[in-house]
């Protein structure tokens, strides 16, 4: 380790740990955003918005939820185009990580009948959500596909990101639900979670600014996003 004459760690080494902390919590952070989706599906009770739209299409088309994830996931950043919005080593990743992940997690956890099963599998989903929310997001790579669109739709049109954010959830959501997708009791109670849990893990993951180096991507419009529901 290279280090400075008074023995502590030279300016590198503290970027390069930075660095280190921040990929270490975007890829877990998404890891487990699929995770909870997938705990969410064997839970049968409802579905976060844009997953009800996944599922739809997954029952409709015979791909698998993840895989429709990751394909869904590539279009909403392909509008990013006329919207200008810049994507971040996050947003990327995003697109992939969480539908190998949630299709990784389905294959693990079998489906579940009894209520007394599907009801904790529902609450680990919505809390672990929150948990891989805060991680992601708090690593500053830029905001997932989807709540970049938000915030485009909200610069392009003015609009705010709660009611751009409103109209689009409620329009996938609608979809999904036309297509087959589980709408129920866990989609309300993640839209009544989700803004607090997320807030709550983005202070508690929340990684300082590095005094030295370039900043990839900035969290703003992603925090804004989840936030402002």
């Known amino acids: 380790m290279s280090r400075a004459k008074s023995g502590r760690p030279t300016t590198g080494t503290r970027a390069e740990r930075h660095l280190t902390r921040r990929l ?3 890829y ?3 890891a487990l955003y699929g995770a909870s989706s997938a705990l969410l599906v064997r839970s049968g009770l409802g579905l976060e918005p844009w997953n009800v739209l996944h599922q739809g299409i997954a029952e409709r ?3 698998s939820i993840g895989v429709v994830t990751i394909f869904v996931g590539a279009a ?3 509008l990013w185009i006329p919207l200008r919005q810049r994507p971040g080593l996050g947003t990327v990743s995003n697109v992939f990580v969480v539908g190998l992940a949630m299709d990784g997690t389905l294959a693990l956890v079998p489906d579940a009948h009894a209520l007394g ?3 904790p599998l529902l ?3 919505i809390a672990l959500n929150g948990v891989a929310t805060g991680l992601y997001i708090a690593a500053r790579f830029g905001p997932g596909p989807r709540d970049g669109l938000m915030t485009g739709l909200n610069e392009r049109t003015g609009r705010s990101i709660r009611q751009m954010r409103t109209l689009v959830e409620v329009a996938v959501v609608v979809t ?3 297509l087959g ?3 129920g009791v866990g989609t309300v109670l993640y839209a009544l979670c989700i803004g607090p849990l997320a807030q709550f893990f983005l202070r508690f993951f929340a990684v300082p600014a590095s005094t030295t180096g370039r900043v990839v991507a900035s969290g703003e419009p992603s925090e804004q996003a989840i936030l402002q529901r």
């Open 123 to 125: 609450v680990a989903g």
């Open 61 to 63: 088309t015979g791909m």
């Open 117 to 119: 099963i599907r009801v």
């Open 176 to 178: 999904g639900f036309v």
């Open 76 to 78: 909403v950043l392909l």
């Open 28 to 30: 877990v952070g998404l």
């Open 181 to 183: 997708g589980t709408v």
């Open 24 to 26: 270490f919590q975007l």
